[in-house]
């Protein structure tokens, strides 16, 4: 819980756009890292499926751990509100 409060004070480049695109009969969740998308949770086959995306310049991702969880729990809560 301290690792959570502490963070929320820091600036974080994660954020969580839910679209509909047109390939897909439900909404979608898009994870993003200072803007560029990294991960889609979707809800295809009836229950969330994680899609990861490599970065843009071919280089691994590297970012907080916590706050990878923290983007993904929301996504995941957003779409099955």
Partial sequence: M???NAASHMPTKMSVEICSPPDREKLVAQVLHDREQWAEIHQATGSLTL???????GKPWEFSFDEAL???RDAQKRLTE
């Fill in 2 to 4: 301290m690792l959570n």
């Fill in 51 to 57: 899609e990861l995306y490599p970065r843009q310049d």
């Fill in 70 to 72: 923290t983007a993904l």
